[in-house]
């Protein structure tokens, strides 16, 4: 079964950090892309960061810019996210995703098709 | 950057009815790269259809997808009672996602 498991959350006090882990299973992971998509208290979905299969090209976006840093281990079928500098408003559930970016002639699709369950990073004092 | 923009923002039905949701981008999308998803409360998103119009594995005929350049629509023919969630297009461009606000369909 094609599973995908974080870990990692909690309550943190603002400027304080946080690594989440996620953990791949039923297929190959060092084969596909990986994001994190992150949802606050009643609110919409929003797109993290992202990671290439190899890990040599990452994506984020800009409110994480230089404080969150998304790595992978395809040895050990995980993705990673290490937070830093963590406000009230990185209060989230995060989950991970795997992205799929399938080439049918003549176009390319792209879209997450596997999500985890999330975990839940709460940032308060 | 594009912005999407989803509507309306809830959608009162009665089961068997037909819903018909909106998402509307800020300038072109590709087809392709238009995809959108279902979520329930305390649960993951769930894929439903990308490309625009290409239902993922599983998801029901009732479910289809439309739509190209900036105007897409997802189109439930008749709802069952656990079609009741939150529905959200995302796109995709420069190695970047961008998910829309979101359409809640609830019961009427």
């Known amino acids: 079964e094609v599973q995908l498991v974080e870990s990692g959350g909690g309550l943190v006090q603002p400027g304080g950090s946080l690594r989440l882990s996620c953990a791949a299973s039923?297929?190959?992971?060092?084969?596909?892309?990986m994001s994190w998509v992150r949802q606050a208290p009643g609110k919409g979905l929003q797109w993290v960061a992202n990671i290439k299969q190899d890990g040599s090209e990452k994506y984020s976006v800009d409110s994480v810019k230089g404080r969150f840093t998304i790595s992978r281990d395809n040895a050990k079928d995980s993705l990673y996210l290490q937070m830093n500098s963590l406000r009230a408003e990185d209060t989230a559930v995060y989950f991970c995703a795997r992205d799929i970016e399938n080439f049918r002639p003549p176009y390319y699709y792209y879209y997450m098709d596997v999500w985890g369950k999330g975990t839940t990073v709460t940032v308060s004092s | 950057e594009v912005v999407l923009t989803q509507s309306p923002g809830t959608l009162s039905l009665s089961p068997g009815e037909r819903a018909t949701l909106s998402c509307r981008a800020s300038q072109t999308v590709s087809s392709s790269y238009l995809a959108w998803y279902q979520q329930k409360p305390g649960q993951a998103p769930r894929l439903l259809i990308y490309?625009?119009?290409s239902r993922a594995t599983g998801i029901p005929d009732r479910f289809s997808g439309s739509g190209s350049g900036t105007d897409f629509t997802l189109t439930i023919s008749r709802l069952e009672p656990e079609d009741f969630a939150v529905y959200y297009c995302q796109q995709y461009g420069s190695s970047r996602f961008t998910f829309g606000p979101g359409t809640k369909v609830d019961i009427k």
């Open positions: 039923g297929f190959t992971f060092s084969r596909y892309c």
């Open positions: 490309g625009a119009s």
